[in-house]
């Protein structure tokens, strides 16, 4: 077992969930929302891929799980940094008008 | 077969859209999409940690995808791409050490 891959791809893996737990202790600059919130999404849909796989990869299944939680704690720290779920949707709306100041014009 | 019969078995497959074994693979790209969108993230805010773990994760998987059962080549791909990105990463968070350092000195 210590030699197959289905072995140490969860062992590896647990290096995201161990990554976010250590980031929690910086600071919320550090998080990039995109990033969190895919790999949050990421984790609870693996979870379910880890169960239904044969052969079954418990390790897998409880470490997305684990994952999942630590990004969403990640992701409630950035929203709370950027002041709020209404200040992030203003903070979206301008980077999209940044991208594409002609629609901006129009108006 | 008919065209009909060919989407009904392809819905119906054990690997088709009704399983995750569909979804799970299509959902890794978004972690490449997210990648590429900070590819122009400032280097002093990237988390090293984060993206060593894609880096070796993302390699490692890109081989585990070809030996579970079913085999997943969607999946192996997306990973790959994982991994790649987060070298791709690694490499600036390294750069942009080295050239503190280079000022520091």
């Known amino acids: 077992m210590w030699n197959s891959t289905h072995f140490w791809g969860p062992v590896v893996n647990w290096g995201l969930p161990v990554a976010a737990i250590a980031d929690t202790q910086k600071s919320p600059e550090m998080i990039s929302g995109k990033m969190t919130l895919a790999l949050a999404v990421y984790s609870s849909v693996f979870s379910r891929f880890a169960w239904m796989v044969t052969p079954r990869n418990y390790l897998l299944f409880i470490m997305h799980l684990t994952n999942c939680g630590a990004q969403l704690v990640q992701i409630t720290r950035y929203v709370s940094f950027h002041g709020g779920m209404s200040n992030l949707g203003k903070m979206i709306e301008m980077e999209f008008n940044q991208k594409s100041p002609a629609k901006e014009n129009e108006n | 077969m008919t065209t ?19 979804w799970a693979p299509l959902m890794k790209w978004a972690l490449v999409i997210a990648g590429l969108g900070d590819l122009n993230r400032p280097a002093e805010k990237l988390s090293v940690g984060q993206q060593t773990t894609l880096a070796v994760s993302g390699l490692i998987w890109t081989r585990w995808c070809l030996i579970i059962k079913p085999k997943n080549y969607p999946l192996s791909a997306s990973n790959f791409f994982v991994g790649l990105c987060g070298v791709y990463q690694l490499a600036r968070i390294y750069k942009y050490e080295q050239s503190k350092k280079k000022i520091e000195a």
Request: no cysteine; net charge positive; hydrophobic share 35%.
């Open chain 2, 4 to 22: 009909a019969s060919r989407f009904k078995s392809l819905w119906n497959s054990p690997v088709g859209p009704k399983t995750v074994h569909f």
